[in-house]
């Protein structure tokens, strides 16, 4: 036995191979390519080109990201007893549920041709695709993920295999955002869309192989569950105080992407005067800086912290947002500058969490709840999704209720500017000044303690 660098007893560290951490990475590319879209295109897909109703759309997007965030830690749990089926258990997990993440991006952009214009069918579908979607997003993630955090017990290794994960899903999300674009420039919105479902299976199953091949296996022994009721085995991991700490911070985080997001198309067209392809090219070189800088905080992570790069990649993030109150019509330019830093900063937002969480997992912190990666995995995948939902939840009627609701004719461009900006920089900040003061690393002290010892 070894000490690692975490302070805590492992076994010798596995040193990842160059070719292995491409196969285990690849899955990636596929799964962020799913989650754009359902974002982004669903809404203007239905809404726009098939005419279902957004007061109907609105209720089936609530329920279907509720059924969503219940099903995650329950999707953690049976994650953690696959691992009884041996060290490749969890891919066996994210191969049974693979399919279910591809047949319902393929429902979601292809419905049947003749419930075009019949709204309860519409809305029937859309729920029954959304249900399928999610399960199998989240069946193939958090399990995925589970078995990433679990090739290593070590501190910096761990960091390569989530930036190198994420260099993937940078690339997915690239892939996602000019694949709709083209398509439907291409072929019209209706054939664009439904080419899109189509072309996502093969996609799926051409980046899901390597995984599935030549990952390698977890170096973790299988979980073992004590006895007690599923309720206590979902929420064990909350015990792990650093857990706490870090979900704290990452909700706070990750609040302000789920604000920006929302908007971030109403900004284009009203405040910058842009169209469609200007906000693609935003998108574009936002994602693309974003997988560019991966190696910057590796090699920041390993020279002071994982928490303390993540810390300054939302300073730097905060600041270039900041600077975006300077611009206006016509400035699309300036805004692409302002783009690639952000887009840096999202690169640390994705690569330097997860890695983290897998150091606060197998630390001493986590007591009788140590080890159980897929159970953590699930809260960690219910705690994206609420960042994701309380930014959403509040950046539109926030917008309204300042003067931008093109449902009644109000066009104000102050809210936009208040709700894209404002909004997410003051929610940086707060998570700067939480990062800052407290603990999050296991056997490290918080930021400022381990800057000022420097």
Aim: hydrophobic share 55%; net charge positive; aromatic share 12%.
């Amino acid at each position: 036995m070894t000490a690692g660098s975490t302070g805590y007893a492992t076994a010798a560290p596995v040193k990842i191979k160059f070719d292995r951490l491409v196969a285990y990475s690849t899955l990636q590319l596929p799964l962020a390519m799913a989650a754009l879209p359902v974002v982004l295109n669903v809404s203007h897909f239905y809404g726009e080109i098939l005419k279902l109703s957004l007061q109907i759309m609105g209720p089936i997007f609530i329920f279907c990201r509720v059924v969503d965030a219940i099903q995650d830690p329950v999707i953690g749990l049976i994650s953690d007893r696959f691992t009884r089926y041996g060290k490749r258990g969890r891919l066996a997990f994210v191969a049974l549920m693979t399919p279910l993440l591809g047949g319902g991006f393929y429902m979601l952009f292809d419905p049947p041709d003749g419930w075009f214009g019949n709204q309860t069918l519409m809305a029937v579908w859309l729920t029954l695709a959304l249900l399928l979607v999610h399960l199998g997003y989240s069946g193939v993630s958090i399990s995925y993920h589970a078995h990433g955090a679990e090739l290593t017990d070590d501190y910096n290794e761990r960091t390569r295999v989530t930036v190198g994960r994420e260099v993937f899903g940078l690339l997915g999300m690239t892939v996602a955002v000019v694949l709709p674009t083209w398509l439907t420039a291409k072929f019209g919105d209706s054939a664009g869309y439904s080419a899109l479902g189509l072309i996502f299976l093969p996609i799926v199953l051409l980046f899901c192989l390597p995984t599935f091949v030549w990952a390698g296996p977890s170096v973790h022994p299988a979980v073992v569950h004590p006895k007690g009721t599923a309720f206590i085995a979902f929420f064990a991991p909350l015990k792990n105080r650093l857990f706490r700490r870090l979900l704290l911070i990452f909700v706070v985080n990750g609040a302000a992407l789920g604000v920006a997001v929302t908007v971030m198309l109403f900004y284009v067209e009203h405040v910058l005067k842009g169209g469609k392809l200007q906000a693609g090219i935003i998108l574009l070189t936002y994602f693309v800086a974003g997988a560019a800088s991966v190696p910057l905080w590796l090699m920041l992570s390993r020279r002071l912290s994982k928490a303390a790069a993540w810390f300054t990649g939302i300073v730097l993030t905060a600041v270039a947002m900041s600077l975006a109150l300077l611009i206006g019509p016509g400035d699309f330019y300036w805004f692409l500058a302002i783009s690639v830093v952000t887009g840096m900063g999202i690169g640390a937002d994705y690569g330097l969490p997860p890695s983290i969480l897998a150091d606060v997992i197998n630390s001493s912190e986590g007591g009788d709840t140590k080890g159980k990666t897929g159970t953590y995995f699930g809260l960690w995948a219910l705690a994206t999704k609420l960042a994701t939902a309380i930014g959403a939840a509040g950046s539109l009627p926030v917008a309204a209720m300042l003067g931008f609701n093109p449902a009644t004719g109000h066009y104000g461009t102050t809210a936009l500017v208040i709700v894209y900006i404002v909004l997410p920089v003051l929610i940086k900040i707060g998570a700067g000044v939480l990062i800052w003061f407290i603990r999050i690393e296991a056997e490290r002290g918080s930021v400022r303690d381990e800057l000022m010892r420097r």
